[in-house]
């Protein structure tokens, strides 16, 4: 048996079921130019993974193995390995968004394609109603999924015998049509600059994990504390598969052992393969509204002081702010940002999830559009066009001393802390440097619930 083993969203050695794979095996890493070719030269997500890429075919040396890594469309890659040699098989991890399953279904039109598990706990089928349709509320999904939840879906993979494929590199140059980098050795070979990671970006996932430790006894508590940062930091690692989501159940299962209560972030890991199984049964999620007609007010100008953080609203444009410099944001902040947006600015929220999408280091298509359609009211919730944050009152109560806000917005290091929970005082008074608030929240409230209304059937 000859298997191709396609890495993808598991940029790792341990626990892998590719790995676990007992054949002649040809592991590949392609750099996927359908996704690549739509973002900026400055992405810092590519960085990532061309280092993890690297480092995952360090390992896989260590292992008697190897890794080719491509560049190129996968379909015009799969030829070119064809045409080197034959194999049986291409395994890989199944990945459900619109563009994954059309990708895999090319491929699997050239080789038999054989998916493999990985990414969430459970597959999109594995928990629905009794019905056999998909659960739209997370309560109920959550409680099913509690009654099916085994110690088989956190059980380790192991490694098992497999023999590299040598292959012929002389062998693809030698097909005329070849125009792609074969083994990028630079970012620069695949169009993009080398970006500047934080240290804690560049942290192994296992030390993170360790660091996450003295946090999660409090995780419930201090989650949504933005200026705390009680969170797992972990998002990014599971978004690209270098840290398994089985190790991260077993270490919660020792976890739970010395006394800890990981029943909270473990709801918020089932809360990520709800929103996975949504968008696998629902693919026009990921452009359409599930419920409601209204698709928001087409204004370039407040899309545009929004995304320049010039919004007014010191929570917000802070938010905006670590995005473009880090790559990262707290998700209380994605929460109050993506509520601003929406019915405040009453900006069509595909608008707001495409500028996430461009900057989030752990941007996972179902976690990202499913959270938006959920700020934007247009989503699954039964209820939601009523839930409008307070972006004053959501300040006061988890970043009251602005330690948050004074870090991303160092232009108001000295600005008393109680201005940025007061739309009066950022009214009444100038701030040199920074804009007054570009709506008024309780009349930009209103006339959100007037037009949501209007929508409805």
């Not at 630079?186 to 360790?210: A, C, D, I, R, Y």
């Not at 959920?374 to 009251?400: E, L, S």
Request: one cysteine or more.
């Amino acid at each position: 048996m000859r298997r191709i083993l396609w890495f993808r969203r598991d940029l790792r050695v341990d626990d892998n079921p590719l790995l676990s794979q007992e054949a002649d095996v040809l592991p590949i890493f392609i750099f996927d130019t359908n996704i690549l070719g739509k973002l900026k030269s400055n992405d810092r997500r590519v960085t990532f993974i061309f280092n993890a890429v690297l480092q995952l075919k360090e390992d896989l040396r260590l292992r008697g193995l190897d890794l080719a890594i491509f560049s190129g469309k996968p379909t015009d890659v799969f030829d070119w390995i064809l045409n080197t040699g034959s194999y049986h098989e291409v395994c890989a991890s199944g990945d459900y968004d619109a563009y994954a399953r059309e990708r895999d279904r090319d491929i699997s039109l050239k080789l038999p394609f054989v998916y493999l598990h990985d990414t969430y706990i459970f597959k999109p089928q594995d928990v629905l109603k009794n019905d056999g349709t998909p659960y739209l509320v997370f309560t109920p999904y959550y409680k099913r999924s509690q009654t099916i939840f085994k110690p088989e879906h956190m059980a380790e993979y192991l490694p098992t015998n497999q023999q590299k494929i040598a292959f012929d590199y002389d062998a693809i140059h030698a097909i005329t049509d070849y125009d792609h980098t074969l083994l990028p050795l630079s970012l620069t070979s695949l169009g993009f600059e080398t970006q500047e990671l934080s240290s804690w970006q560049k942290t192994p996932p296992m030390e993170k994990l360790s660091h996450f430790a003295s946090k999660l006894d409090m995780y419930s508590k201090n989650r949504d504390f933005i200026s705390i940062n009680g969170t797992s930091e972990l998002s990014t690692e599971l978004r690209f598969g270098t840290l398994s989501i089985r190790s991260l159940l077993r270490w919660l299962t020792l976890q739970k052992k010395s006394g800890i209560n990981i029943e909270p972030f473990f709801r918020q890991l089932i809360f990520r393969d709800f929103y996975a199984m949504l968008l696998a049964h629902y693919p026009h999620l990921a452009w359409k509204n599930f419920r409601y007609n209204f698709k928001g007010v087409e204004d370039e100008e407040k899309f545009h002081a929004f995304i320049s953080a010039q919004t007014g609203v010191p929570i917000i444009d802070a938010g905006v702010r670590q995005l473009i410099d880090t790559g990262e944001m707290h998700n209380r902040v994605r929460m109050i940002c993506g509520s601003f947006f929406t019915k405040n600015l009453l900006l069509p929220w595909q608008w707001g999830e495409r500028f996430f999408a461009e900057h989030l280091m752990d941007y996972d298509a179902s976690s990202n559009i499913l959270s938006w359609q959920w700020c934007a009211g247009t989503g699954v919730d039964p209820q939601p066009y009523f839930r409008i944050f307070n972006p004053y009152t959501q300040t006061g109560k988890f970043d009251k001393e602005g330690i948050y806000i004074k870090k991303y917005l160092p232009k108001l290091q000295t600005t008393p802390a109680k201005f940025f929970a007061d739309e009066s005082l950022l009214k009444q008074y100038v701030i040199l440097g920074y804009p007054q608030p570009i709506v008024d929240h309780k009349t930009s409230s209103k006339q959100a619930l007037d037009h949501f209304r209007s929508s409805v059937p």
